[in-house]
T-cell receptor
Framework: DVKVTQSSRYLVKRTGEKVFLECVQD?????MFWYRQDPGLGLRLIYF???????EKGDIPEGYSVSREKKERFSLILESASTNQTSMYLC??????????????FGPGTRLTVL | AQSVTQLGSHVSVSEGALVLLRCNYS??????LFWYVQYPNQGLQLLLK??????LVKGINGFEAEFKKSETSFHLTKPSAHMSDAAEYFC????????????????FGQGTILTVHP
C-alpha cells in the first residue's frame, strides 16, 4: 500500500513564525502536491513537484514556498505565518506514469492554526 | 480551463436510502474524472475514476458514477446508504490529458458532506 505521511497532525504557530510542513511518500512516486483545504472551497493547489528539485506554482502560491531535495520528501514552507494561513494542509503523491489518469494518494493532513 | 461544481454542500439521507451526489464539470479537453472520499480526521482516498471506455464506473464500497458527456456530469450514486458512508465527497477533473504536461494536476469541487441518519 502507498503510504503518505505528514510530520504533524496538529500545529499551532504564532504570526510571523517560519513554519515547515513535511511530507514523505514511500512508493517512489514522481509527482508530489501540496493543497490547502478550507470549508466550502474544496482543495486548492499550492505547489507541486514533478521531480527532485523541480517545482511549479499552483493556484495559490502566495506566502508559501516548497523544497524537494529527495524524491520521497516534499516540504511546504510558510516564510512568515499569518492568521489567514490557518487551514488544513494536505500532501499527495502520484506515480506520474500517465499524466492525467494517475490516482493521487493523500496524507492524513496537518491542521495548522496561526495565532 | 477546467472547473467542477458540486451541487449541494450538504446531503442528508436515511440509512438504506439512495445516495445521489451531483457533479458537473467544465473542460476544454476530454476529461478524466474522479471521486474522492474523506472520512473524519483522514486524508482523501479514491472512490472511483473515469478515464476512457465504459461510461459507468464502479468503485469501492458499492459506489458508482456515470460519465455523461452531453450533460457534462459525473454524478455519484449508491443504491443503499450505510452509516459508514458518512463523509465528505469530492469530485475532481484532471487538468490535462495523456501526453500533455498536466503532471496529473486536479481541479477539485467544493465538496459535499453526506450525513446518514438511522
Amino acid at each position: 500500500d502507498v503510504k503518505v505521511t505528514q510530520s504533524s497532525r496538529y500545529l499551532v504557530k504564532r504570526t510571523g513564525e517560519k513554519v515547515f510542513l513535511e511530507c514523505v511518500q514511500d512508493m517512489d512516486h514522481e509527482n508530489m502536491f501540496w493543497y490547502r483545504q478550507d470549508p466550502g472551497l474544496g482543495l486548492r493547489l499550492i505547489y507541486f513537484s514533478y521531480d527532485v528539485k523541480m517545482k511549479e506554482k499552483g493556484d495559490i502560491p502566495e506566502g508559501y514556498s516548497v523544497s524537494r531535495e529527495k524524491k520521497e520528501r516534499f516540504s511546504l514552507i510558510l516564510e512568515s505565518a499569518s492568521t489567514n494561513q490557518t487551514s488544513m494542509y494536505l500532501c499527495a503523491s502520484s506515480p506520474g506514469r500517465v499524466a492525467g489518469t494517475d490516482t493521487q494518494y493523500f496524507g492524513p493532513g496537518t491542521r495548522l492554526t496561526v495565532l | 480551463a477546467q472547473s467542477v461544481t458540486q451541487l449541494g454542500s450538504h446531503v442528508s439521507v436515511s440509512e438504506g436510502a439512495l445516495v445521489l451526489l451531483r457533479c458537473n464539470y467544465s473542460s476544454s479537453v476530454p476529461p478524466y474524472l474522479f471521486w474522492y472520499v474523506q472520512y473524519p480526521n483522514q486524508g482523501l482516498q479514491l472512490l472511483l475514476k473515469y478515464t476512457t471506455g465504459a461510461t459507468l464506473v464502479k468503485g469501492i464500497n458499492g459506489f458508482e458514477a456515470e460519465f455523461k458527456k452531453s450533460e457534462t456530469s459525473f454524478h455519484l450514486t449508491k443504491p443503499s446508504a450505510h452509516m459508514s458512508d458518512a463523509a465528505e465527497y469530492f469530485c475532481a477533473v484532471s487538468r490535462g490529458w495523456a501526453g500533455g504536461t498536466s503532471y496529473g494536476k486536479l481541479t477539485f469541487g467544493q465538496g459535499t458532506i453526506l450525513t446518514v441518519h438511522p
